[in-house]
């Protein structure tokens, strides 16, 4: 007689992070709400984290209309004592941050770099890459303690690709990318995953903001021409990749880029011709 493997309940299947507990950064709206929605119908109980508090207890209301778990934690991502405190938070309440989603972004700097405001450009930056250092480092004493624990950091436009007049979020973006592979590398022997999650072009009220600047159809064409055809992807795909990925405990794929507009349900079984042939991290060419 063979071994046969534990059944897995319809429960489990439909809740696969019961049980586990996640802070998303950038929470109350847009793709933030959208992953905080996905994680809770997946079981998970969950910080929504942002500056915002209207924005937040919206997003907590939707989780519990959804029959999920949510608390809001009104946080600016950049103050390093802010940070902390909520993970301390949320250690102390919940007893483990077993998921970290650094999403809270800015694209404030919009224009040729002799035109755009410096302190635009610095917020964009510290926004989208210091804050994820932040979060990360907070949270990580506990996550390696455990010996457990996912990292999600979202990637975006200008990540893999030149971003003129977008470079204060797209040079942050590509940061992200080297950020997550070098963290996943750190953390690597401390049973810790690190993935970056590019959600594709969704509209909202960042994207929607850009789309009311005077000069963007100037600056990027493209962008506006993809926003009127419809090109805009939903939120909600990022929430399901942000599912999976939460539960991606794969040493091969960690430190990698996953796009909502991929097939990475079946990127398990392509691991290893993934890790052989360096995919989906930001190389240069040689």
Known sequence: MTDQPPAVSSDERARPLGGRVAVVTGGGRGVGRAIVRALARAGAVVLAAARTEAELAATVALVAADGGAAH????????????EALVAGAVSEFGAVDVLVNN???FAALGPVWAVEPEAWLRDVTTNLY???LCA????????ARRRGVILNLAGGGAI???????GYGSSKAGILRFTESLAKEVAPDGVFVYALNPGLVRTAMTEALLAHP???????????RMAGGHDVPPERAGDLAVF???LRDPRLSGRLFDVNWDYASLPE??????RDDLQLLRLRR
């Open 215 to 225: 000069e963007v159809g100037t600056y990027n064409a493209g962008f506006v021409a």
């Open 161 to 167: 690709g030149a971003a003129p007049n977008f470079t």
């Open 245 to 247: 990925l939460a539960g």
């Open 131 to 133: 804050g994820p250092f």
């Open 137 to 144: 480092r907070a949270v990580l004493p506990h996550m390696r």
């Open 270 to 275: 392509r691991a290893e011709t993934i890790a």
């Open 72 to 83: 809001a934690r009104p946080v600016d991502v950049t103050d390093r004592a802010a940070v």
């Open 104 to 106: 809270a972004g800015s």
